[in-house]
Every structure is written in structure tokens, then in C-alpha cells.
């Protein structure tokens, strides 16, 4: 068997939960594949892909018993496995500049527009309570070349965001 | 000439720090052009250091002239180099021959200067910026044992240090 499944794991953050699901899933058979696990305010999120020869039920009853001490929420969904199946970003865009309602919607419905494939997206909110300074990162694949999106980031300026867009050419050697 | 197999991680030998080359004799010369050949067979590839088809000398070839709106020296082969200055840093995405199906950002310097000994032996001296320094400094960790991995900066590009483990328990270097 061959089941890959997506966990979703949020709660509030303390030491010790990367450790304990991971473990937890070693010795009941599951193998990690690719995972995104991170701090966002003061919750911790997991996002993984997990094999694992039984079915969800299983799955859930292998992990209740340690997230639910841990406080985190468990959501678990068949997936197609596809490791190795990696997407190249070919742009990275970043945004710094002071907080703003709707700054996230705005640069990424312009980029959406102008043909943004987004990879990968990280936001953070740097500065203090009173100044806060708002700086996003993405990646992605410009589907209809690179310029359309300086264009876009040209738009943005104009209406006072300040937006970066870089080319990635990954070096092979 | 002949395309060489590539070694690839974890194999032990990327690891070891190459020999300086001495003879540059005939059979020197056959295997730059097998090196030469290696580089050319693997698409998008724009250098090659001898250590990654399992010869330890410090012998890289880089030739970045493929890629568009860049300054550069065209093909070059550096054989013992050494930078002997560095300016600025950047961040950029490398992949690599010797570990497939994974890019990563990693920071290099902007500027270097590069000094060595072309392919018959005469000294050179090189000046050069972005892409091709990237490439030249991704090339000579080759020869000193390191990979693009031991140098991944996070997405979110913070820089930080890193500290770096040795193996315990009496390994070969
Ligand atoms: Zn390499």
C-alpha cells in the first residue's frame, strides 16, 4: 500500500509538538514527506504529507491521542503522493513598506492578474505596535513573462505599494 | 572525449578537499575535455568542478555565456583558484549537479576577484560580478568539500549563522 495523506495540525505553540507528532507517526509506520511547519503569531502550524499503509480512521486514531493533549487541531485528507514533482519559481516578489489594510489582496490580485503562479508566500509584520513595517516575500512563476509583472509592480508604486520583482534564474553547476 | 559519471549526494567523496594540480601534461588535458563534455551533457549547466565526477583536484569549469544580459569571461577553466577578494553579498538560487530535484537560495558574495591557472599552467587573474562570481564561488566549494546545502538561507531570508557539525567517531575527512 501507498497511501499519502495531508495533515493539518494548528494550535497554540509550545516546545516539544514537532517532536511528538513526528515520533508518534514514526513508530506507528508513517513517513514524512514534505512538510511546512511554522510560528504565526503565537500558534504553531504543520503542514504535512504523510505515508502511511492504513486508511484515514487509522491514521487519526494513531495521532488523536497525542494531538489532542497538544491542544491541536487535526485535519487529515487523501492526497495523490507526487514527491519529486517539484514547480521552479522563476520570479520572487517582495514587498516592504508600512502596514496597510488590504496590502496581501492588493499586490497579489495585480500579480494574479499580470499571470503570478505563487509558489510560496510569507508575510511578517516587523517594526513596532505604534510603526508597524509589513514585509511579504513570494515566489512563483510569472505564466505570461516577467515583464507583465514589473508592469504590474509599476501600477503598484504609482498607487504608493512598494513592490520588488525579481527574475530567479537557478544556477545548475 | 568521454562523459564522465557524476557523483552524487550523499556520496562521500563531495565532501573531501581536493589536491592542487601539479602536471599539466597531456592526460591533464584529455580530462579537461571530459570534464568539458560532462558539463555540456547536463542541460542548463553552467559550471562543473572535477571533485563531482570523482577526481580530487581542484579543477572547476564554468562558462555562464548562455544566459542573457550578463557580464562575463566566457568559458573558463580555473584550475588551483583562489578568491582573493570579496565584496557585497547577494542572494540567489542554486541548484546542482550532484544533488538532484532541489534548488535552494543560498548568499555569495557579489563581486570577487579570482586568481588561478588556466589549463596549461599560466597564471590569471579575473575581476568579476554576479552570475559569474556565483557560479565561480558555488564551483571552488567543490573543491573544499561543501555543497549549495551546507549554505541554505531561509525563504524568508533572514542571514544567520550556521554552526558546523563534524562528524564524530574517526571519519576520513
Ligand atoms: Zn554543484
Not at chain 1, 505515508?51 to 485535519?75: I, T
Not at chain 1, 516577467?146 to 509599476?154: F, I, K, P
Request: glycine share 10%; charged share 25%.
Amino acid at each position: 500500500m501507498d497511501n499519502w495523506y495531508m495533515l493539518a495540525l494548528v494550535g497554540k505553540d509550545r516546545p516539544g509538538i514537532v517532536a511528538r507528532i513526528t515520533g508518534t507517526l514514526f513508530e506507528g509506520g508513517g513517513n514524512v514527506g514534505e512538510a511546512s511547519m511554522t510560528r504565526l503569531g503565537d500558534s504553531f502550524t504543520v503542514m504535512m504529507m504523510v505515508r502511511f499503509d492504513g486508511d484515514k480512521h487509522a491514521l487519526r486514531a494513531l495521532l488523536e491521542p497525542v494531538s489532542q493533549p497538544l491542544g491541536l487541531q487535526l485535519h487529515i485528507d487523501n492526497i495523490d503522493g507526487r514527491l519529486h514533482q517539484h514547480v521552479e519559481p522563476d520570479v520572487r516578489i517582495s514587498v516592504l513598506g508600512a502596514d496597510r489594510a488590504g496590502i496581501v489582496a492588493q499586490v497579489t490580485g495585480a500579480m494574479a492578474e499580470a499571470g503570478l503562479n505563487i509558489c510560496n508566500l510569507e508575510t511578517d509584520v516587523g517594526g513596532s505596535e505604534a510603526h508597524p513595517i509589513y514585509i511579504m516575500h513570494i515566489e512563483g512563476q510569472a505564466l505570461h513573462g516577467v515583464d507583465r509583472l514589473h508592469d504590474a509592480a509599476q501600477a503598484l508604486l504609482d498607487k504608493g505599494v512598494e513592490v520588488t520583482v525579481s527574475e530567479i534564474d537557478a544556477l545548475i553547476g | 572525449m568521454a562523459v564522465l559519471e557524476i557523483l552524487r549526494y550523499p556520496d562521500e567523496r563531495l565532501k573531501s578537499v581536493a589536491e592542487p594540480v601539479a602536471e599539466f601534461d597531456q592526460t591533464f588535458q584529455d580530462f579537461i575535455a571530459d570534464l568539458e563534455a560532462t558539463r555540456q551533457s547536463a542541460p542548463g549547466c553552467v559550471g562543473i568542478a572535477a571533485p563531482q565526477v570523482g577526481r580530487s583536484v581542484r579543477v572547476v569549469l564554468v562558462d555562464v555565456s548562455t544566459k542573457p544580459k550578463i557580464t562575463h569571461h566566457g568559458h573558463l577553466a580555473l584550475v588551483n583558484p583562489e578568491v582573493t577578494a570579496w565584496d557585497g553579498f547577494t542572494v540567489g538560487r542554486e541548484g546542482c549537479l550532484s544533488v538532484p530535484d532541489f534548488t535552494g537560495n543560498v548568499i555569495r558574495a557579489e563581486r570577487i576577484t579570482v586568481e588561478a591557472l588556466d589549463q596549461f599552467g599560466g597564471s590569471v587573474k579575473y575581476e568579476m560580478e554576479g552570475y559569474e562570481a556565483r557560479a565561480v564561488q558555488h564551483e571552488i566549494d567543490h573543491l573544499d568539500g561543501l555543497l549549495f546545502l551546507d549554505r541554505l538561507v531561509s525563504r524568508r531570508s533572514d542571514l544567520f549563522r550556521r554552526k558546523k557539525y563534524q562528524k564524530s567517531g574517526g571519519e576520513k575527512g
